[in-house]
């Protein structure tokens, strides 16, 4: 559960911020173990569909996370106190929900957590991959370097994300105007249309009378089925965000065979970049590859990278043990990786990954709105035809009959 409370340090600041626990009074133990004061503390009521729609689009971009790394890397360097440097960009930060997760942060460096801790708390704000790059860099005492290459990959990612997005944007658009126009036609055309062919006798074909029952239908529900799809909407977006949500749809990225073609490359371009700035930063393969399980951003792949840092673990080679999962990484991957183990070049193998996976996931996405966009020309024309063919032949059988 999470409880929100407030606070008083030995020295008197009043602290306001939320702590997870089992239960009240072990949130109240958690907060005394710190050296607070607790002056109040209440259990946060579950999140409802609206508040996790709220923060579903209140949530920061990747802009926004690229932006905080980037600044924070220059105030590490500049060798300012984390502390410090948190406060200062909790001031800078325009994105309210950014914002206060840094405060919050800050706020429980002071009590005592750990910076990857602090961050842990924050999860619905920084991915995962966040935390355990963090983690990582509290071991090795690199965190300057690590800020850095977290802002790095977050424009990566960003950049990668908004090809994907630019070429499903107008699809999306223009099917979205279509199912406008078709409701619009359904509800409030076809029922007065139906009335004049019942009243002429005018024989209807099958699916013209399929599309009439659905216009009568929605003439008299319409508000309620748009309701019943507004909330249909939130609570799709709330399944989502739950841990089963993201499974399925992780599943589904890996499963399905069009999402696959076009996920898999993403991926791969990920595990590439970010093995070779791990391995780059001196951090061992096992290590490496358990970050790299939280940085691919789909359960299946961690589960797959967890398998193959234990393998490594226990003395496989790196290449051996990802050629046994070749249902997730292509034969090329591990060939690559096997020459860069004999070279001792595995870093550049590495990036040389990415290199030809990022390329792969720019055809792809390019291939993906030209094939997207005629598909979906075609498959609107069809429907458009059905629409207006319901319409227009039992109009001209009513005009051959009044002739």
Do not use: C
């Not at 990582?136 to 965190?143: D, I, L, P, S, W």
């Not at 290459?149 to 960003?158: V, W």
């Amino acid at each position: 559960m999470k409880f929100k409370y407030q606070a008083k340090t030995k020295e008197g600041e009043m602290q306001v911020g939320f702590v997870e626990a089992g239960s009240r009074d072990a949130a109240a133990s958690i907060l005394t173990s710190h050296d607070l004061f607790v002056l109040s503390l209440a259990a946060e009521a579950p999140p409802g569909v609206f508040d996790t729609v709220s923060r579903f689009f209140a949530r920061p971009r990747q802009k926004d996370l690229a932006v905080f790394a980037r600044q924070l890397a220059t105030l590490l360097q500049a060798r300012l106190p984390l502390n410090d440097a948190l406060k200062i960009l909790q001031q800078q930060t325009e994105n309210a929900a950014l914002k206060e997760a840094i405060y919050q942060a800050a706020q429980d460096i002071d009590a005592g957590l750990s910076f990857s801790q602090a961050l842990d708390r924050q999860r619905g704000i920084f991915p995962e991959y966040y935390v355990e790059m963090v983690r990582a860099a509290e071991v090795t005492g690199n965190m300057s370097e690590v800020a850095a290459f977290l802002a790095d990959y977050t424009e990566k990612e960003g950049v990668l994300a908004g090809k994907i997005t630019s070429a499903l944007i107008y699809p999306a658009i223009v099917l979205l105007l279509f199912v406008v126009v078709a409701f619009i036609l359904l509800t409030f055309v076809y029922p007065s249309l139906g009335s004049v062919f019942a009243q002429n006798g005018v024989a209807l074909p099958w699916y013209t009378q399929i599309l009439l029952s659905i216009g009568i239908f929605l003439e008299s529900w319409w508000i309620v089925v748009l309701l019943a799809l507004l909330v249909g909407a939130g609570l799709a977006i709330n399944y989502l965000e739950t841990d089963e949500g993201k499974a399925v749809l992780d599943e589904m990225k890996v499963r399905v065979p069009i999402a696959k073609k076009v996920f898999t490359p993403v991926v791969l371009a990920r595990f590439g970049n970010s093995a070779a700035l791990l391995v780059h930063g001196g951090i061992p393969i096992a290590q490496s590859l358990e970050i790299l399980s939280h940085m691919l951003g789909n359960s299946l792949y961690k589960d797959v990278v967890h398998n193959i840092a234990d393998d490594v673990r226990q003395g496989s080679l790196l290449s051996e043990s990802i050629a046994k999962y070749p249902g997730y990484f292509p034969p090329l991957v591990s060939q690559m990786v096997a020459v860069g183990e004999t070279t001792g070049k595995t870093e550049e193998m590495f990036g040389r990954v990415s290199t030809i996976y990022t390329r792969e996931a720019d055809e792809m996405t390019n291939n993906l709105v030209d094939l997207i966009q005629p598909l979906m020309m075609i498959g609107m024309g069809l429907m458009v035809g059905l629409l207006f063919a319901s319409v227009l032949i039992p109009i001209y059988n009513l005009t051959a009959n009044i002739h």
